[in-house]
C-alpha cells in the first residue's frame, strides 16, 4: 500500500520538528518544507553556514538530516510582502491593530504553501500548530482546540474551511509544550530545547514602531490626544503608535489613569477616558469566515474571543448587512479593538470568526 504524502511546514522549532517525527512514526511519507517569507526576519544569521542562510533553515535540515526526510526552502517573500506586510502597515496606517498571523496563515501557509504541497504530490501539510482536527460520522470536519488549553492556538486557524480542512495534519494538537520537548529529546532533535519566540517573525526585535517609521515615515504625524469631551491633554506623534486600552506611553499627567478608548486617522486623534470607559458591549465584524458553513443565517449563542490570550465571553452573533455580522456579549469586555479577530467556539469547537471593524458601548 502506498504511503499517503505529507508535508511538513518546518519553521527550524520545536513544535514542527516533532510534527514531522511523530508523522514519520505514524507511516507517513514525510517531506519538509522552510517558507523563505521576509529578509526583516527577527532570526540572526546562521554563523553555521557563514551568515549566508538564516538559522530557521539551517535548524529545519538539521532535523530533517536526523528524521532522514526531505527538505525544501520554498520563497514566498514577493508575496508575503504584499498579502501580509502591506497589510500590517495599511491597518496601522488606519488606526487598526492588525492580526498578521491570521492573514499568514490564511494566504501563505494554508493558501500557497498548501498549493505547494499538492505541486510535490503530498496529500496533506502538517504544522506545529496546538489544535485538532477531527472528521464526524456525518462526514463533517471540525476544528477543535488543542487539548491542552493553556497552549490552544486555534484562535489564529479559524478561517479554515471544510475543504482546507481536510488536508490539514496537527499531531500536536494532545500534547503540551512540556510533553512535545520531552519528546523531542527522545528522538534526539538538535531543537528539543530551543527557545520559543512570542514575537511578530518579520518585525526586527518585536520594535513594531520603529518597523513603521522605516517602512511608513508618513506613520509620524503628530496630532492631539483628546479626552471624551473634545479637550485637548497632550499630543501624539501619530495613531499608528497606539492601540485600544494602552495606558501607558501617553504622556499625559492626570490625577487618574487614562486608557486608549479610540483612534481617528481621520482627524489625527487619540481619544483617552477612564477605566470604565475602554469597555463594550456590541461590535461590528466584518468578512466572517465559517469552518462549517459558508454562511451565518440565524443568531447564534457562541463563547467569543476578542483577542488572542484573551478569555471567551459569552455572546450572540448575528447576520448583519451583506458581510458583517453584529456580536452582543452578555456582560461588557475590555479593550476590543478594530483590526483584531472575534473568533467564535461552541464547546471546544471552531465555529469561525471575522475582523473586527466597530465598536459599539
Not at 500590517?88 to 499568514?104: A, H, I, K, M, S
Not at 479626552?227 to 501607558?248: A, C, P, W
Not at 479593538?337 to 464547546?347: H, I, K, M
Request: glycine share 8%.
Amino acid at each position: 500500500m502506498k504511503q499517503e504524502r505529507v508535508l511538513v511546514a518546518m519553521s527550524g522549532g520545536v513544535d514542527s520538528s516533532m510534527t514531522a517525527a511523530l508523522l514519520l512514526e505514524q507511516g507517513y511519507d514525510v517531506i519538509g518544507a522552510t517558507m523563505r517569507l521576509s529578509e526583516d526576519s527577527r532570526e540572526a544569521l546562521s554563523e553555521e553556514n557563514n551568515g549566508e542562510m538564516p538559522s530557521s533553515i539551517v535548524d529545519a535540515r538539521r532535523v530533517a538530516d536526523v528524521l532522514g526526510i526531505p527538505h525544501y526552502v520554498v520563497d514566498f517573500m514577493s508575496s508575503f510582502e504584499q498579502t501580509v506586510i502591506g497589510y500590517f502597515l495599511d491597518e496601522y496606517q488606519r488606526g487598526r491593530t492588525p492580526n498578521p498571523c491570521v492573514v499568514c496563515n490564511r494566504h501563505i501557509k494554508f493558501g500557497a504553501l498548501l498549493q505547494k504541497a499538492a505541486e510535490l504530490g503530498a496529500s496533506y501539510i502538517a504544522t506545529g500548530h496546538y489544535a485538532r482536527v477531527e472528521r464526524g460520522a456525518d462526514g463533517i470536519y471540525r476544528l477543535r482546540k488543542a487539548q491542552n488549553y493553556a497552549k490552544d492556538q486555534s484562535y489564529v486557524l479559524y478561517h479554515l474551511n471544510q475543504e482546507t480542512l481536510a488536508h490539514i495534519l496537527f499531531p500536536l494538537g494532545s500534547f503540551s509544550k512540556d510533553e512535545t520537548r520531552r519528546m523531542a529529546e527522545e528522538y534526539h532533535l538538535p531543537v528539543a530545547h530551543k527557545a520559543e519566540s512570542q514575537e511578530i517573525c518579520f518585525v526586527p526585535h518585536d520594535d513594531y514602531k520603529a518597523y513603521l517609521r522605516k517602512k511608513r515615515p508618513a506613520s509620524v504625524q503628530h496630532g492631539e490626544i483628546i479626552d471624551q469631551s473634545g479637550n485637548v491633554l497632550g499630543m501624539h506623534e501619530g495613531v499608528s503608535f497606539y492601540t485600544i486600552g494602552q495606558r501607558k506611553g501617553l504622556g499625559i499627567a492626570a490625577p487618574e489613569p487614562l486608557y486608549v478608548t479610540a483612534l481617528d486617522p481621520v482627524e489625527n486623534r487619540v481619544i483617552v477616558g477612564a477605566a470604565d470607559e475602554v469597555y463594550a458591549q456590541e461590535l461590528i465584524a466584518s468578512h466572517p469566515l465559517w469552518t462549517m458553513w459558508d454562511v451565518l443565517r440565524e443568531e447564534r449563542t457562541v463563547h467569543a474571543k476578542i483577542r488572542y490570550g484573551k478569555r471567551e465571553a459569552t455572546a450572540v452573533v448575528s447576520p448583519y448587512g451583506d458581510d458583517s455580522i453584529c456580536v452582543r456579549f452578555a456582560e461588557p469586555q475590555r479593550a476590543v479593538t478594530p483590526g483584531q479577530s472575534v473568533v467564535f467556539y461552541e464547546d471546544d469547537i471552531v465555529l469561525g470568526g471575522g475582523v473586527i471593524d466597530e465598536v459599539i458601548a
